[in-house]
């Protein structure tokens, strides 16, 4: 089964991206047949306001890149941990897949999460 790398936001509402990103994780897993990996794991162990923990659990996730066969890019906002993971995907030739915002919102209403309207920049 090829594995797949959960991007989404993780800054702004933590607690609620997080449950997003499991969804998210769900939709790969239930709906595309791969198995998802995430870096969000990473946020219950570090302190994301911490610039030494960020940057390893930054660290980990662009290592997880490189044992994902795909990358699933999900929402419209990319913070700049995202674009980090995406530049690194597109480096590495790994097929990246863009779900917009609507399409979360649809995923989020099977899967669980809840995506508000206000964006993160």
Known sequence: MKKAYVCSPLAGNEKENIKNA??????????????PIMSHFYALIFDDKDKVQRELGISIGL?????????????????????EEIQKATALNRPIHYVDDFQCKEILKVYGGNMNDEKVN
């Open 22 to 35: 499991i969804a998210y994780a769900k939709y790969i897993y239930h709906r595309c047949g791969m198995i």
């Open 63 to 83: 290592g997880q890149i490189l044992d994902s066969q795909h990358v699933w890019v999900f929402g419209d906002t990319i913070t700049e941990g995202m674009d």
